[in-house]
Structure formats: structure tokens, C-alpha cells
Nanobody, 115 residues
Framework: QVQLVESGGGLVQAGGSLKLSCTGF????????MGWYRQAPGKKREMVAV???????NYVDSVQGRFAISRDNAKNTVYLQMNSLKPEDTAVYYC?????????WGKGTQVTVSS
């Protein structure tokens, strides 16, 4: 059974930092395109950052230069380092894995940025 388990969310003041982790169980993250998505109240889920199997990364414009996605294959974990956080970054952040066969989602972790 595949599970993606997120951690690292919380409450932080504007300008602060958080690091999210997503550990895969029953899945080898290095063999999947891994991504972080977020959904704020009343808004659609949006892609925040993705990292491909060869390490190529892509970010939504609003987080470019502030967030960084990375992967530790030995720990089977993907990270999202979030710096210079803004109140508009407040959302539930979800980990996603996908390949040509399957897509999986974690349950999400709440990130709240106070002004």
C-alpha cells in the first residue's frame, strides 16, 4: 500500500521559514515525479513545486526564489524549504507522486503564515 506522509507544517510569522517533508512508503520517490501542491480556503489546488526523476525542478511564479524542492533518495523523502513566507502562502500543502501508471497524494499538512 502506497503512502505519502507529510510533516513540518505549522504556524509561522511573515518572513519566517518552514521545511516540509514527504516520506514515501511502498513507493520509491526517485522513480516518480514528486511535487508539492497547496490549497487555500475557497481556492483551487495549485502546483507549488515539482522535481522530476532526473532532478529538474519547476515552481509556480509566486514562490520562485523563495521556495526550494529537493529529494533525498537514501531517506526516500522529498522536501520543500519555504523561506520569506507570506500570509498568502497559508494553505494545506499536499505531497504528490506520479508516473505513467499512478498518481498518489498525501493527506496534507497545514501551513499558516501570520502577518
Amino acid at each position: 500500500q502506497v503512502q505519502l506522509v507529510e510533516s513540518g507544517g505549522g504556524l509561522v510569522q511573515a518572513g519566517g521559514s518552514l521545511k516540509l517533508s514527504c516520506t514515501g512508503f511502498g513507493i520509491t520517490v526517485s522513480l516518480h515525479t514528486m511535487g508539492w501542491y497547496r490549497q487555500a480556503p475557497g481556492k483551487k489546488r495549485e502546483m507549488v513545486a515539482v522535481i522530476s526523476t532526473i532532478g529538474a525542478t519547476n515552481y509556480v511564479d509566486s514562490v520562485q526564489g523563495r521556495f526550494a524542492i529537493s529529494r533525498d533518495n537514501a531517506k526516500n523523502t522529498v522536501y520543500l524549504q519555504m523561506n520569506s513566507l507570506k500570509p498568502e502562502d497559508t494553505a494545506v500543502y499536499y505531497c504528490n507522486s506520479r508516473n505513467s501508471l499512478d498518481t498518489f497524494w498525501g493527506k496534507g499538512t497545514q501551513v499558516t503564515v501570520s502577518s
